[in-house]
């Protein structure tokens, strides 16, 4: 999944793509990359960031969305927690709506059961203002798993099938850097639990900037893919990502070893 932000804020790339042509370019680029859908995002959910209306959301990412529908032979994520992005962008051709608050808003399950889309739920606490005040789990993976149990639950009950929706344990929300990283080694626990495919989206998260020694969020890509390489090998089978190519290059050859059973002595 390739990250297209339309945003001014975005923490890595805010401000690059806000024009439609350009956001196609990036998308088509990505395409060439190995990306398998594209996900577009128009309010940045960075720790801090503002919040942003529905009109203001809805204005940057449809216009997006429908030209990269109408131009590229590629699927289209949206990522929003607002129910009314989430309709004006499936209306627009949006495949897949990205939740990061886990269908925090009523309405969303309701816009997306009868629309035939993916759904991917993301475990998220509070908003991004207050999200990093959130982090005292009794046991975080259990705790996550819990929440996001919750999550599909409502899907449940709002008629979405599973296998439309994808799990995601959110990466850098609500979390600590040592939380990030005991998720990420306990992917398979929480897939066993919860019995859907995960979706790991550690691209350029300051726990990895922390780790190499405060490097620059443009700087994380080398360490977005031993992330992702982690994950893969723990269970996760989705990568949200900036840099497309590194990463698809690194999954592809990580996969060709690991699904080789290794042989005893």
Same mark, same amino acid.
């Given at each position: 999944?390739?990250?297209?932000?339309?945003?001014?804020?975005?923490?890595?790339?805010?401000?690059?793509?806000?024009?439609?042509?350009?956001?196609?370019?990036?998308?088509?680029?990505?395409?060439?990359?190995?990306?398998?859908?594209?996900?577009?995002?128009?309010?940045?959910?960075?720790?801090?960031?503002?919040?942003?209306?529905?009109?203001?959301?809805?204005?940057?990412?449809?216009?997006?969305?429908?030209?990269?529908?109408?131009?590229?032979?590629?699927?289209?994520?949206?990522?929003?927690?607002?129910?009314?992005?989430?309709?004006?962008?499936? &209306?627009?051709?949006?495949?897949?709506?990205?939740?990061?608050?886990?269908?925090?808003?009523?309405?969303?399950?309701?816009?997306?059961?009868?629309?035939?889309?993916?759904?991917?739920?993301?475990?998220?606490?509070?908003?991004?203002?207050?999200?990093?005040?959130?982090?005292?789990?009794?046991?975080?993976?259990?705790?996550?798993?819990?929440?996001?149990?919750?999550?599909?639950?409502?899907?449940?009950?709002?008629?979405?099938?599973?296998?439309?929706?994808?799990?995601?344990?959110?990466?850098?929300?609500?979390?600590?850097?040592?939380?990030?990283?005991?998720?990420?080694?306990?992917?398979?626990?929480?897939?066993?639990?919860?019995?859907?495919?995960?979706?790991?989206? &550690?691209?350029?998260?300051?726990?990895?900037?922390?780790?190499?020694?405060?490097?620059?969020?443009?700087?994380?890509? &080398?360490?977005?893919?031993?992330?992702?390489?982690?994950?893969?090998?723990?269970?996760?089978?989705?990568?949200?990502?900036?840099?497309?190519?590194?990463?698809?290059?690194?999954?592809?050859?990580?996969?060709?070893?690991?699904?080789?059973?290794?042989?005893?002595?």
């Amino acid at each position: 999944m390739g990250i297209l932000n339309v945003t001014p804020d975005s923490f890595s790339d805010g401000g690059r793509f806000l024009d439609p042509a350009r956001a196609v370019e990036q998308a088509r680029r990505m395409a060439r990359e190995g990306a398998d859908l594209v996900d577009v995002g128009g309010e940045s959910t960075r720790p801090g960031a503002p919040a942003v209306s529905a009109d203001e959301e809805a204005a940057r990412v449809v216009p997006v969305v429908r030209a990269i529908h109408d131009v590229l032979d590629l699927p289209v994520s949206v990522d929003t927690r607002k129910a009314a992005v989430a309709r004006e962008a499936l &209306a627009a051709g949006a495949d897949v709506v990205n939740d990061v608050s886990g269908l925090g808003d009523a309405e969303m399950a309701r816009v997306v059961a009868p629309s035939g889309a993916g759904l991917v739920l993301m475990h998220m606490r509070g908003t991004p203002q207050t999200m990093q005040r959130l982090t005292d789990y009794g046991d975080v993976v259990d705790d996550v798993a819990a929440e996001l149990a919750e999550s599909l639950a409502r899907a449940d009950a709002a008629g979405i099938a599973r296998d439309r929706v994808v799990l995601d344990p959110g990466i850098g929300f609500a979390k600590t850097a040592e939380q990030n990283l005991e998720l990420i080694a306990s992917l398979e626990r929480i897939q066993a639990r919860l019995g859907r495919p995960l979706l790991l989206g &550690a691209s350029r998260k300051s726990f990895i900037g922390a780790l190499l020694g405060g490097v620059a969020a443009r700087a994380r890509d &080398a360490g977005t893919v031993g992330a992702c390489v982690a994950g893969l090998a723990r269970g996760a089978r989705l990568f949200r990502v900036h840099d497309v190519r590194g990463a698809r290059h690194a999954l592809d050859v990580a996969w060709s070893v690991l699904r080789i059973p290794a042989r005893a002595p």
